[in-house]
């Protein structure tokens, strides 16, 4: 399992949709086969996983919404499960 970087960017995989679903009560990642419904804090980090932000700017605006949590490790390792799962992707630069 290789550990993500904090420099990388990630952004949600072309193959999954990422949205609220009112009927699951929860964000999910639709593709062609089905759903994924995610937990609340598998949703916080996908929001942020935009393309725009590096790994580590996505931890610091978690930690700031969150700030008596230690975070880093977490979302290292979901942000490691996703990417080995398909469901996001490091941006290539322009």
């Given at each position: ?44 980090v996908?929001k ?47």
């Open positions: 399992m290789t550990r993500p970087q904090l420099d990388a960017v990630y952004v949600v995989s072309n193959k999954f949709r990422f949205q609220w679903e009112p009927a699951q009560q929860a964000h999910v990642l639709l593709y062609a086969e089905g759903m994924i419904k995610l937990n609340s804090s598998a949703a916080e996908l942020r996983l935009d393309g725009t932000r590096t790994l580590a700017a996505v931890i610091e605006d978690l930690q700031r919404k969150f700030p008596n949590a230690a975070l880093e490790d977490d979302v290292k390792e979901f942000v490691t499960v996703a990417h080995e799962q398909g469901w996001i992707s490091v941006k290539e630069p322009a």
